[in-house]
């Protein structure tokens, strides 16, 4: 496994070490959908995955949120097993999971509340990740008045406040337009370089794994896991037009591809 910047020595955020999953299906026949993953992920990196529906992106990341607690091998997030949900570990999803009839603040505050931070420490925390996401000025905008992209950026906002240890993105981008996600690419990013958070993300798009990730990773449904892992050393900023970007794009489409 290669990780960037490996001088000084980072920490390992996220360890999984032989993790295997197995679904019962309603016939009483079981399904393998992961099969022996080890994946070690360092302290504000960001691993984009890539593969094919069905080959168990979501249950990954399912597992990681602790939805599933039945699962084979292990899960630590700084050494500790993972166990149930926390706010350590926030998921977000493709679909908008606001509440239309709130604004964009409260839709920020009630997770505050239902994580019982205090009333007088909320107002700052939400105006704090409202502005990181660039919507400080939409903040009593109900959400049916918001764009998709912009929801996309409220659910970010929401999720950051809760401080988690990781996000857990599942195709957050998937619905929108191009020019959408183009900005929430540098949304991203912007928030990334700030915040330091560490970031595994799901995309079916294989420019958008290349262009957000510091690691890539192919899954396979064959092999139920992991195919193989590209180091992305490029910084963001340089990867647009550039030569080993491309070469390493045209390979990651023969592995999607080649059915093995
Ligand atoms: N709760 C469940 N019970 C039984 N089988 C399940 C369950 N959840 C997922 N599966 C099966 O596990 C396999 C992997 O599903 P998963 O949703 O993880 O794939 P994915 O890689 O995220 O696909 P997509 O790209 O379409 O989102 C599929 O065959 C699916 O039918
Ligand atoms: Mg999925």
Redesign the pocket.
């Known amino acids: 496994m290669q990780f960037k910047n490996q001088y000084p020595p980072q920490k390992v955020s996220l360890s999984l070490k032989n993790v295997s999953k197995i ?3 309603r016939n009483s026949k079981t ?1 393998t ?1 992961l099969d022996n993953i080890n994946i070690q992920i360092l302290e504000g990196e960001i691993v984009t995955i890539l ?10 990341l ?1 597992l990681i949120a602790g939805f599933e607690n039945s699962y084979g091998g292990e899960i630590l997030l700084n050494g500790k097993p993972v166990k149930d949900i926390s706010t350590e570990r926030i998921m977000m999803f493709q679909e908008s999971t606001l509440f239309p009839w709130l604004t964009a603040y409260q839709n920020v505050e009630i997770a505050l509340k239902m994580a019982k931070v205090p009333k007088h420490q909320r107002e700052q925390i939400v105006k704090h990740y409202l502005s990181i996401v660039g919507l400080f000025d939409y903040s009593n905008s109900y959400i049916y008045q918001l764009s998709g992209g912009m929801k996309q950026r409220v659910s970010l906002a929401r999720a950051l406040s809760l401080n988690p240890k990781i996000l857990l993105m ?2 957050p981008f998937a619905g929108l337009d191009i020019t959408i996600k183009k900005s929430l690419y540098k949304e991203l990013l912007d928030m990334h370089k700030k915040t330091r958070k560490t970031i595994l993300f ?1 995309t ?1 798009n294989i420019n958008e794994a290349v262009l957000i990730g510091d690691r890539v990773i192919v ?1 396979s449904p064959r092999l139920y896991g992991i195919k193989k892992e590209y180091l992305i050393d490029v910084p963001n900023e340089q990867r647009k037009d550039n030569l080993s970007i491309k070469n390493i794009i045209n390979e990651i489409t023969a592995d999607l591809y080649d059915n093995a």
């Open positions: 679904y019962l299906q399904i959908v593969g094919k529906s069905g080959c168990g992106k979501s249950t990954l399912n599942d195709e799901v079916h899954m």
